[in-house]
């Protein structure tokens, strides 16, 4: 059992902001949503809330890419599923009338801007790369305006703000993008220093001539690091569906168990040789800083209980297995 922390420490701790971020994973059902405002109501501190997209969008968007030049039907189909993926779990979750035609109406209108540059794609009959990772954003855009409108109703106060508002700054490199540290830290602690908590789509930033640019496979965990770094957090909480590092593959090896905590460098080995729960740049952020990065899994998560602070000492990574 870990001792509370106590004097400067805890007191360190609290001012700064931690880093939390919900994979796709965790965006299937109603009862994952439900885990995700459980979570966050549970911390104590200031966070910032890195979202991916909802689970299987970026895959549709993908596809709707490769259909859109030669079909312009794909564009009207995208456009149906991703209304009714969205405002089904709006209207889970949002029971006042106004207020829920308020929110259907903000996806839409960020719907149509989708649809404005899948047209365009259509129009060329190929897809630039700048299109291409402005289109693929969308994913995340979409999940991250819905779990802000969810929460705010839910009484959970928060602000949602763009990477291109925050001023992430990449090395312009599309499809595969890396942050700019020197220039987007400066931004970053300007944008995120207020008392409240903020909503942050991942996978993307923005280049120097403020164009989109993916950050890659594993992008919104990268995100959430890239995040960590800039504004100095406590910690980098990244919640999964699973128990996090395992000694082996647990499809293959009966008796795998899970990894309680590593080194940056193990944990990247690992992620190198074939573990798939986090990519290896995940890592390269914390370094310098030794923020600690964190994993939860959300279904073990009881209704009472809480992330534990980092100790002073602690391993750069830790897993969970309750």
Same mark, same amino acid.
């Given at each position: 059992m870990r001792k509370p922390l106590s004097g400067f420490m805890e007191e360190t701790y609290k001012m700064k902001k931690i880093v939390i971020k919900f994979g796709g994973s965790n965006l299937k059902t109603k009862e994952d949503v439900t885990r995700i405002i459980r979570v966050i109501s549970h911390y104590?501190?200031?966070?910032?809330?890195v979202v991916s997209a909802l689970?299987?969008?970026?895959?549709?968007?993908?596809?709707?890419?490769?259909?859109?030049?030669?079909?312009?039907?794909?564009?009207?189909h995208i456009k149906t599923s991703l209304m009714e993926m969205h405002r089904r779990i709006v209207t889970w979750y949002i029971d006042d009338r106004?207020?829920?035609?308020?929110?259907?109406?903000?996806?839409?209108?960020r719907i149509d801007k989708l649809e404005h540059y899948l047209l365009g794609v259509h129009y060329l009959?190929?897809?630039?790369?700048?299109?291409?990772?402005?289109? #693929? @954003? !969308?994913?995340?855009?979409l999940s991250s305006l819905?779990? %802000?409108?969810?929460?705010?109703?839910?009484?959970?106060?928060?602000?949602?703000?763009?990477?291109?508002?925050?001023?992430?700054?990449t090395n312009g490199e599309y499809g595969n993008a890396v942050v700019d540290f020197a220039a987007a830290e400066k931004n970053l602690q300007e944008h995120l220093s207020a008392p409240k908590r903020f909503i942050v789509p991942g996978f993307y930033g923005i280049s120097p001539g403020s164009r989109v640019t993916l950050l890659g496979r594993g992008g919104s965990d990268y995100s959430a690091a890239a995040i960590g770094r800039c504004i100095d957090a406590a910690s980098v909480d990244l919640w999964k569906d699973v128990d996090g590092f395992m000694s082996a593959d647990p499809r293959i090896v009966d008796k795998a168990v899970s990894i309680k905590s590593l080194t940056?460098?193990?944990?990247?080995? #690992? @992620? !190198?040789?074939?573990?798939?729960?986090?990519?290896?740049? %995940?890592?390269?952020?914390l370094l310098d800083k030794q923020i600690p990065l964190r994993l939860f899994n959300i279904e073990r998560v009881a209704p009472a209980a809480k992330p534990t602070p980092p100790l002073r000492g602690t391993p750069p990574l830790e897993g969970t297995s309750r």
């Open positions: 104590q501190t200031e966070v910032v809330i689970y299987g969008v970026t895959d549709i968007l993908t596809k709707t890419i490769e259909d859109v030049p030669r079909a312009q039907e794909a564009v009207g106004d207020y829920n035609k308020s929110v259907i109406k903000k996806i839409k209108e009959g190929e897809t630039p790369d700048f299109v291409r990772d402005v289109v #693929l @954003s !969308y994913g995340e855009r819905l779990l %802000t409108a969810i929460l705010n109703y839910k009484g959970i106060a928060c602000e949602e703000v763009l990477p291109e508002q925050l001023g992430l700054l940056y460098r193990e944990a990247a080995e #690992l @992620s !190198y040789f074939g573990a798939q729960i986090l990519h290896p740049r %995940t890592f390269g952020p």
